[in-house]
């Protein structure tokens, strides 16, 4: 179940490639708040997570929770990231409550020396070559996004996230899929993530509106199908 969640966060922080571009406008706004409800196979609800953006002077602020209740662990996350005008990442926090086990992390990304410093609430710390420009997972989506308005899909890259993960995205069809009761068109998008030690495939649903706001994301298990629905 912990792979789980990881899956369903990291597939929302979707990645892209392409620098952004000096002036070319966010499609999404300042203050938006979006939330998604975890749906097990059956249909029936395991939690919430919610997304925030936030402009800032010199950039944006990101913000996602994860809140969810199992039988035996009850799940609590919250990740903070902030980024600068080109959507380059500058930190990352990462606060993980799974039952009695608790992690906490910051990343620091110094994109002149190309280095992305981890460090952990007990002390461990270590240090990750990055590419240029640099994006954390959270940050990925809203460029993603942008980068999905402007009728680009970015090519296969790396994202980090604490650890290194690489993307691949393609697109599949447009197809009609039901959001609140109402039928709405998205672009279907297949996901190939690879972590150190997972690889996962997954489905997103990409509404076609200005805003290119992720409507649906589908997770493939053993038990059964993973479902993440937009709620507001």
């Given at each position: 179940?912990?792979?789980?969640?990881?899956?369903?966060?990291?597939?929302?922080?979707?990645?892209?490639?392409?620098?952004?571009?000096?002036?070319?406008?966010?499609p999404f706004s300042d203050g938006e708040v979006l939330t998604y409800e975890i749906t097990w196979p059956s249909g029936l609800s395991?939690?919430?997570?919610?997304?925030?953006?936030?402009a800032t002077p010199t950039g944006w602020n990101f913000e996602a929770r994860v809140s969810a209740n199992l039988p035996t662990l009850?799940?609590?996350?919250?990740?903070?990231?902030?980024?600068?005008?080109?959507?380059?990442?500058?930190?990352?926090?990462?606060?993980?409550?799974?039952?009695?086990?608790?992690?906490d992390e910051t990343v620091t990304y110094d994109q002149t020396k190309r280095l992305a410093h981890r460090k952990t609430r007990n002390?461990?710390?270590?240090?990750?070559?990055?590419?240029?420009?640099?994006?954390?997972?959270?940050?990925?989506?809203?460029?993603?996004?942008?980068?999905?308005?402007?009728?680009?899909?970015?090519?296969?890259?790396?994202?980090?996230?604490?650890?290194?993960?690489?993307?691949?995205?393609?697109?599949?069809?447009?197809?009609?899929?039901?959001?609140?009761?109402?039928?709405?068109?998205?672009?279907?998008?297949?996901?190939?993530?690879?972590?150190?030690?997972?690889?996962?495939?997954?489905?997103?649903?990409?509404?076609?509106?200005?805003?290119?706001?992720?409507?649906?994301?589908?997770?493939?298990?053993?038990?059964?199908?993973?479902?993440?629905?937009?709620?507001?």
């Amino acid at each position: 179940m912990r792979l789980l969640l990881s899956c369903v966060i990291l597939t929302l922080f979707l990645c892209h490639s392409v620098p952004a571009f000096a002036g070319e406008a966010a499609p999404f706004s300042d203050g938006e708040v979006l939330t998604y409800e975890i749906t097990w196979p059956s249909g029936l609800s395991l939690g919430e997570t919610s997304f925030t953006a936030r402009a800032t002077p010199t950039g944006w602020n990101f913000e996602a929770r994860v809140s969810a209740n199992l039988p035996t662990l009850a799940i609590s996350d919250e990740y903070r990231s902030s980024a600068d005008a080109e959507f380059c990442s500058l930190k990352l926090e990462k606060k993980v409550r799974h039952g009695k086990r608790e992690v906490d992390e910051t990343v620091t990304y110094d994109q002149t020396k190309r280095l992305a410093h981890r460090k952990t609430r007990n002390g461990e710390a270590s240090d990750v070559e990055i590419q240029p420009c640099t994006r954390d997972a959270l940050t990925f989506l809203y460029v993603l996004r942008r980068e999905l308005a402007s009728g680009r899909i970015p090519p296969p890259e790396d994202i980090n996230f604490g650890w290194q993960y690489q993307i691949s995205m393609t697109y599949a069809e447009s197809v009609e899929i039901e959001v609140g009761g109402e039928p709405v068109m998205a672009d279907r998008m297949l996901v190939d993530l690879t972590g150190p030690k997972s690889q996962r495939s997954f489905e997103v649903f990409v509404g076609r509106d200005k805003a290119r706001t992720p409507l649906l994301m589908r997770v493939p298990f053993e038990l059964g199908t993973f479902s993440l629905k937009l709620l507001k």
